[in-house]
């Protein structure tokens, strides 16, 4: 059975990382994943959160925002604060970054990703994610070459996707017509060793097995895996130090 934009249940959106994409960050992807689109810039800045003062550790923090023609009506700016939302997936990003890095090695900095939705079909928080830390390893990396850090702090890579139940079929990487439909809807976020960030998931109707569970795992696996060879082409290509544009196949 094929899904509304042509892909089968276990395929992933077309994927798109585009490093160095903006001047003045020390790290920048814009990453694309179907229709979505968002952008991650990361900023360094020698100062720690006060709790931290004096502990010689960094670090890694995120804001979360979409602007307001990311969507089919325009959303008002939060000019206000941030909405529940919007903080719910910013400290879910800095969560999964920290997950994965040695905050020892940072000294006392503090790295912050700044991830605007610039188009949403579904799945931004899990884009902002797969290409936050591709921005992030590309602010570090700059870093070593320039004398900053003695090395890229990163243990592992992370990633995420979204999975579901649509219509009684298991599904990968859901767009927004396909996640407003779910009967079950999952975010995993998931390191590059195979072990669980954060899992975000509920049934929208009646509960659902360990069964079905176990089944969805093992899909959004698969296409964690793929996302983790796109990040990794992606920062090999950081070597020629210019913008580059990285497609899954």
């Not at 959106?13 to 968002?38: D, I, M, N």
């Not at 999964?96 to 020892?104: D, E």
């Not at 000294?107 to 936050?132: L, M, S």
């Not at 990968?172 to 439909?181: G, P, Q, T, V």
């Amino acid at each position: 059975m094929l899904r509304i934009d042509g892909r089968t249940n276990e395929e992933l959106r077309p994927l798109e990382l585009r490093t160095g994409v903006l001047a003045y960050p020390e790290g920048s992807t814009l990453v694309k994943a179907g229709k979505t689109q968002v952008l991650c810039a990361v900023t360094v800045e020698d100062r720690v959160p006060n709790f931290m003062k004096g502990e010689g550790r960094g670090w890694i923090t995120a804001e979360y925002a979409m602007l307001p023609r990311s969507t089919l009506q325009r959303n008002p700016r939060e000019t206000a604060g941030r909405n529940g939302r919007s903080l719910e997936i910013q400290r879910l990003i800095g969560r999964s970054l920290r997950g994965v890095a040695n905050l020892n090695v940072l000294g006392e900095r503090t790295f912050t990703i700044d991830c605007d939705v610039v188009q949403a079909d579904g799945g931004t928080r899990t884009a902002a994610i797969t290409g936050a830390y591709v921005a992030l390893y590309e602010a570090m990396d700059r870093m070593v070459k320039h004398g900053l850090l003695p090395t890229v702090p990163l243990v592992h890579p992370v990633a995420a996707v979204s999975v579901g139940i649509v219509l009684d079929e298991p599904m990968l990487d859901l767009c927004y017509e396909e996640d407003s439909h779910a009967d079950v809807d999952f975010n995993v976020v998931m390191t590059g060793a195979g072990d669980f960030v954060e899992l975000q998931g509920a049934a929208e109707g009646k509960p659902f097995s360990k069964t079905t569970l176990d089944s969805l795992l093992t899909l959004a696996n698969k296409g964690l895996r793929l996302l983790f060879e796109v990040q990794q082409q992606a920062i090999e290509a950081l070597a020629t130090e210019q913008p580059t544009l990285v497609r899954s196949d």
